[in-house]
C-alpha cells in the first residue's frame, strides 16, 4: 500500500501529495506515480528538497537521461539542463504553446522541471491536454486525422536562422549548438500513447511544420484550427511555481507554456529530459 495521494486539476495533470522525491521510493511508490503520470499527462509535487544528484537519480528511475543538444547545461551536470532568464533579460525559453522533441523519431518521454529560484509573482507554466483534445474532435475529424502524418523540425527554432539568433532577441545566449538542429521527423497526427494507449492529438505549433504529403499553405488552416482547439481553456491548468516545486510532464499527452509576465526578476529552472520511443 502505498500513502501517496493524487489529486487531478482541472483541465490537465494531478497534484501528488506525500511522495518525497528524494530518497528511494517503494516499487509500490513508484508505480503509484507512474500510474498517475501515464492518466494526467503531467504530475506536480510540492515541497521537494531535490539536489542536482537526487534529481538525476529519480529521472533515471524511469528511463535514460537525454542530454540536452541546444540548452546550456548546469556547470558540472551535463544532463540538468538550465531554463534560466535573468532580471536584465526579456526573452524567456519555452514561452509558447509546444511540446518537447517532436523533431527526433524518437521524441524524448518528458521532463522532471525542478525550480531552483523563482519570481515573486509571476512565471507560471500552463499545460494542455493532448488526450481531451483528440476526444473532443467529431467522429468525423477524428477520422481524417487519424489518416494522416506531420512534419516536425527543429532547424527553425534552434538553428543558425531562428528568431533566437536575431539582433532583436537575447535568448541566443542561454541556447547554443545551432549547427547540431537538423532533426526532422514524421509522425502520426494522432498517436497511440505508448504507457497509457490512448488517442492523443500530437502536432505543435512550435515544431510542427505541415501535413506529410500537403504543403506548409495547404497545411494551415487544419493545423491553425488543432493549434486553437487543444488549448481551448475546458482543456488546460496552471501551475503557479513556488521553491520546490516539480513539474514533470509526458510531451505525447501535453503541451505546455513558460508564461513570460516577471521582467526584472529571476526566475532558475533545472531540467532533465527523459528518452522515449517511436510513436504510432
Ligand atoms: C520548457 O519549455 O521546457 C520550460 C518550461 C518552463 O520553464 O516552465
Redesign the pocket.
Given at each position: 500500500m502505498s500513502a501517496i495521494d493524487v489529486k487531478p486539476c482541472d483541465g490537465v495533470g494531478a497534484e501528488v501529495l506525500g511522495a518525497d522525491l528524494s530518497g528511494d521510493l517503494t516499487n509500490s511508490e513508484f508505480a503509484t506515480l507512474r500510474d498517475a503520470f501515464s492518466e494526467y499527462g503531467v504530475i506536480f509535487f510540492r515541497d521537494q528538497t531535490l539536489s542536482p544528484e537526487q534529481h538525476i537519480a529519480f529521472a533515471r528511475r524511469w528511463g535514460d537521461i537525454n542530454v540536452n543538444r541546444f540548452f546550456k547545461p548546469v556547470d558540472g551536470y551535463p544532463q540538468i539542463a538550465e531554463?534560466r532568464k535573468e532580471p536584465d533579460q526579456t526573452a524567456?525559453?519555452?514561452g509558447g504553446w509546444?511540446t518537447?522533441h517532436s523533431y527526433d523519431v524518437e521524441p524524448a518521454m518528458g521532463?522532471i522541471?525542478v525550480a531552483r529560484d523563482v519570481p515573486e509573482k509571476g512565471?507560471d507554466?500552463m499545460f494542455a491536454n493532448m488526450y481531451a483534445a483528440y476526444d473532443a474532435l467529431s467522429d468525423g475529424l477524428k477520422e481524417t486525422l487519424n489518416n494522416l502524418k506531420a512534419v516536425h523540425s527543429s532547424r527553425h527554432i534552434f538553428g543558425d536562422e531562428s528568431v533566437a539568433y536575431t539582433k532583436d532577441s537575447d535568448i541566443g545566449n542561454r541556447l547554443g549548438n545551432s549547427d547540431a538542429a537538423t532533426q526532422d521527423a514524421v509522425h502520426p497526427v494522432i498517436i497511440t500513447h505508448p504507457l497509457s494507449g490512448r488517442k492523443a492529438l500530437y502536432v505543435n505549433m512550435a515544431f510542427t511544420l505541415r501535413f506529410d504529403g500537403w504543403t506548409a499553405e495547404e497545411s494551415k488552416p487544419l493545423l491553425d484550427y488543432l493549434y486553437t482547439h487543444a488549448c481551448a481553456p475546458q482543456f488546460t491548468t496552471t501551475f503557479k511555481?513556488k521553491p520546490g516545486s516539480i513539474?514533470f510532464w509526458d510531451n505525447r499527452a501535453t503541451w505546455?507554456?513558460?508564461i513570460n509576465d516577471y521582467h526584472g526578476q529571476r526566475?532558475l529552472?533545472h531540467?532533465i529530459t527523459i528518452e522515449g520511443c517511436a510513436l504510432h
Open positions: 531554463v524567456n525559453i519555452g509546444h518537447d521532463s522541471l512565471g507554466t511555481w513539474a505546455h507554456y513558460a526566475r529552472m531540467r
